[in-house]
């Protein structure tokens, strides 16, 4: 059964960047698509962007264009999100899921423990 | 973007209680509609599909239902692992977006 592990939490200052790591065990990694999801703290889910490993190409949410970046590394099944320009509300637990699709719909049916990242100075 | 809304935000039942919770698209989204369980302090949960497919190891006391902009998540009868939060998330196009959540705890 596949398995989705991430980085652990970060504390980073205003206008620094973050890269968030997910690794994939325990199946395929290239076939599948990965999101990435946020949850600001007490709020509701935020869908970034994703990645599919396979042919390296990533779609983002317009409202993060330009700042996040989200890649992957076949070699080591591990796929990255890095946001820049950080703000204080970056502040949140952002999740790695991996993106399935199911009578031609895209679900996140897979998803890694979360990593909590603080933006404050 | 696509805009997903549900109701009620908030909801209080017991155990073997029927629960449904509701959720509207801004536009129609044909059957590109999942939900997603989420306890405290964890990832969400996976439960359904394309409206009204049930994810693999999901109790059967789940079911969901609907097309077009008006979807529902029906519990037949709570069981005290079900107080949790629940999110509707649309697939039909990206961005993709989720309703605000409903969470439902025990009266």
């Known amino acids: 059964q596949v398995q989705l592990v991430q980085s652990g939490a970060e504390m980073k200052k205003p206008g620094s960047s973050v890269k968030v790591s997910c690794k994939a065990s325990g199946g395929t990694f290239s076939s599948y698509a990965i999101s990435w999801v946020r949850q600001a703290p007490g709020q509701g889910l935020e869908w970034m962007g994703r990645?599919?490993?396979?042919?390296?190409?990533?779609n983002y949410a317009q409202k993060f264009q330009g700042r996040v970046t989200i890649t992957a590394d076949k070699s080591t099944s591990t796929a990255y999100m890095e946001l820049s320009s950080l703000r204080s509300e970056d502040t949140a637990v952002y999740y790695c899921?991996?993106?399935?699709?199911?009578?031609?719909?895209?679900?996140?049916?897979?998803w890694g423990q979360g990593t909590m990242v603080t933006v404050s100075s | 973007d696509i805009q997903m809304t549900q109701s009620p935000s908030s909801l209080s039942a017991s155990v073997g209680d029927r629960v449904t919770i509701t959720c509207r698209a801004s536009q129609s989204i044909s059957r590109y509609l999942n939900w997603y369980q989420q306890k405290p302090g964890k990832a969400p949960k996976f439960l359904i599909y394309?409206?009204?497919s049930l994810q693999s190891g999901v109790p059967s006391r789940f079911s969901g239902s609907g097309s077009g902009t008006d979807f529902t998540l029906t519990i037949s009868s709570l069981q005290p692992e079900d107080f949790a939060t629940y999110y509707c998330q649309q697939s039909y196009s990206t961005p993709y977006t989720f309703g605000q959540g409903t969470k439902l705890e025990i009266k």
């Open positions: 899921a991996r993106t399935v699709e199911m009578s031609t719909n895209d679900a996140f049916d897979i």
């Open positions: 990645i599919i490993p396979i042919f390296g190409i990533a």
């Open positions: 394309a409206a009204s």
